[in-house]
C-alpha cells in the first residue's frame, strides 16, 4: 500500500509531578491503587503541554515555524470550555496568522480526530505540512476508581505531503453508541463507568479487538492499545497475538492520558523500521491506523525522556492543581481584566514571545509595546522578531510572601537571551536551582486562572545540569 501522507517527526510531554495511584486509594478508605499518574503543576494544563510537545516536533523536524499549513488538536477538555483555545496554542507556537486546521474535542478519541483530519487535509493537497496535537489533562470524579488512572501528557506528529521516514497505509474505524467515561455541562470531574464489567464484556474488548484484527494481517510488529483499567490493554494485546504493548510503557509512568494515549504510546516504536498499529477509543469510537515506519523517525529515539522522572505530589496538591480543592476567601485580581484592550493589543508579543529588533544598530526591545524608541540608539525604526527560547541568568530573587492566588516561593529572573535581548519572567519551581549565570530555556505556562479565564505566557525553566556548568564557565 501507498500513502500520500508521510511522518516526518514526534515529540512529547509529561506533566512535572508525579501521584501515586495508592495515595489516591487510601484517601478514599480503599487498598490497592498500583502504580503511578502524572499530575499538572499549578501552572501546567493540556495547553502548556501540548505546545511543549509540539514545540519538540516542530524542533526535530527542522521545519521552520511558520511555514506549518495547520494546526489540528485533539483533547476531551480544552483549556476554554467556549473560546480561543486553538488561536492561543497556535500563536505560542509561532505558527502563521493564515495557518488552518482544527480543534477536536469531546472524547478521548479526539486524538485520532485530529490526526486523521490533518492526513486528510494533506491528502486532498489543501496542506503540505501539518502539525497533528493530541493532549490531555484529565480531571476524574474526586472518590472515583478512574483517579487512580487519569494522568496527563501531550503526543506530537508533524505530516507532510513528502519527505519523512514513515507512512500511514491503512486505517479503520467502528462506531458503536455506548456510553462509557462521561461529563455533562453540569460536571466538573469525568465520571467513572457506571458497570465496569458490561463496559469490558459487551463494549471495550469486541468494538477493539474488531479494529486490532483488521490491522493485524498487515504483519505488526508493535501495538498501542488502550488500557481503561490496567489490564484491558494487555487483554487486547494477547487476543491479538502480540503480548505486552508498547503503550503499556507509557501508562505504567503517567497513568491514561485520554486522548494523547493511543499516539503517546506509539511514538517511541518509530525509532526503527517497523509497522506500528494505533487504536484509539472513546466517545463510542475506536479507531486503529497503521503506520510504516522505513528508518527511524525524528524524535522518537528521545520521546520516551518525557515521561521518565517527575516530582513525587500529594493527592491534596492534585485538587488543589486540578481546582478540586480550593481555599474559601478573597483572592486578588488581577489589576487588568483578560478581556481589555492591554491583553487584546499584547497577546501576539506575549504568547509569541516577540521583540523589536532595532532597524539601525540591531538592539532588541522587549516588551515592544512600552518601548517605542530603540533603547540603544534612540530609533524608531523596528522590526518584531521571536526571541530566544534559551539564555543565562543575569539576576534573580525570590518572593517569600504573596497574594493569592499566587504561591510563594515565587522566583523572579532577569535572563539574557541567547540573541541578545533581555527578559524578566517568572521561574518555574521554588528557586532552589536558581543561580546566576546558569542556562536556562523558556516555556509556556499558565500564569493565572483570572475570571474563568486562563491567562498564559512565558517562563523559565533551568537547564537540567546546566546550572553549574554555566557558573564555573563564567567564573
Known amino acids: 500500500m501507498t500513502s500520500p501522507v508521510r511522518v516526518l517527526a514526534v515529540g512529547a510531554a ?17 487498598g490497592g491503587g498500583r502504580g503511578q499518574v502524572g499530575v499538572c503543576a499549578p501552572d501546567e494544563d493540556v495547553l502548556t503541554l501540548s505546545a511543549e510537545a509540539a514545540s519538540r516536533a516542530l524542533s526535530a523536524s527542522g521545519l521552520e515555524n511558520d511555514i506549518v499549513d495547520g494546526l489540528w488538536w485533539g483533547t476531551t477538555r480544552p483549556p476554554f470550555a467556549e473560546g480561543p483555545s486553538h488561536a492561543v496554542l497556535a500563536s505560542a507556537l509561532g505558527l502563521s496568522a493564515h495557518s488552518g486546521g482544527a ?15 490533518a492526513y486528510d487535509a494533506i491528502a486532498a493537497g489543501s496542506a503540505r505540512v501539518a502539525l497533528v496535537v493530541a493532549a490531555d489533562a484529565l480531571v476524574p470524579g474526586p472518590g472515583t476508581t478512574f483517579e487512580e488512572r487519569a494522568g496527563a501528557g501531550a503526543a506530537a506528529i508533524v505530516l507532510v505531503s513528502e519527505g519523512g521516514q514513515a507512512s500511514m497505509p491503512a486505517r479503520v474505524t467502528r462506531t458503536h453508541p455506548f456510553l462509557d467515561r462521561y461529563r455533562s455541562d453540569a460536571d466538573d470531574g469525568t465520571r467513572d ?36 483499567d490496567g489490564r484491558l490493554g494487555a487483554a487486547v494485546g494477547r487476543k ?41 477509543f472513546g466517545g463510542g469510537r475506536a479507531t486503529g491506523v497503521v503506520i510504516n515506519a522505513d528508518g527511524p523517525v525524528r524524535g522518537a529515539a528521545t520521546v520516551g525522556h518525557a515521561w521518565t522522572g517527575g516530582q513525587p505530589t500529594s493527592y491534596a496538591e492534585a485538587l488543589r492543581a486540578r481546582r478540586q480543592l480550593q481555599a474559601a476567601g478573597e483572592t486578588t485580581p488581577m489589576g487588568v481584566p483578560p478581556e481589555s484592550a492591554l491583553f487584546v493589543r499584547g497577546a501576539e508579543e506575549m504568547l509569541g514571545l516577540l521583540g523589536a529588533r532595532c532597524v539601525d544598530c540591531g538592539t532588541i526591545s522587549t516588551p515592544p509595546s512600552i518601548h517605542p524608541y ?94 553549574a556548568v554555566a557558573k564555573s564557565s563564567e567564573e
Open 193 to 228: 463507568l457506571y458497570d465496569a464489567r458490561l463496559f469490558r464484556e459487551e463494549i471495550f474488548l469486541p468494538v477493539v479487538r474488531e479494529v486490532g484484527e483488521q490491522l493485524a494481517v498487515l504483519n505488526v510488529d508493535e501495538w498501542s492499545l488502550p488500557d481503561p
Open 374 to 467: 530603540c533603547i540603544s540608539c534612540g530609533s524608531t525604526k523596528f522590526v518584531l522578531v521571536p526571541l530566544a527560547r534559551r539564555g543565562v541568568v543575569h539576576t534573580f530573587v525570590v518572593n517569600h510572601t504573596m497574594p493569592p492566588p499566587f504561591e510563594a516561593p515565587l522566583p523572579l529572573a532577569v535572563i539574557d537571551l541567547a540573541d541578545g535581548a533581555r527578559v524578566m519572567l517568572q521561574v518555574i519551581g521554588d528557586g532552589s536551582d536558581m543561580q546566576i549565570g546558569a542556562e536556562v530555556e523558556l516555556v509556556l505556562r499558565r500564569y493565572a486562572f483570572e475570571r474563568g479565564v486562563p491567562v498564559y505566557g512565558f517562563k523559565a525553566r533551568v537547564v537540567a545540569g546546566r546550572g
Open 103 to 117: 480543534l477536536c474535542s469531546g472524547s478521548p478519541h479526539a486524538g485520532m480526530d485530529a490526526l486523521l483530519g
Open 240 to 280: 491479538l497475538g502480540g503480548g505486552a504493548p508498547a503503550s503499556a510503557a507509557v501508562y505504567g509512568a503517567i497513568g491514561d492520558t485520554g486522548a494523547a494515549a493511543a499516539l503517546l504510546g506509539a511514538l517511541a516504536s518509530l525509532d526503527a523500521a517497523r509497522t506500528v498499529a494505533v487504536v484509539g
Open 14 to 30: 509529561a506533566p512535572s509531578r508525579r501521584l501515586a495511584a495508592g495515595d489516591v486509594a487510601a484517601a478514599w478508605g480503599r
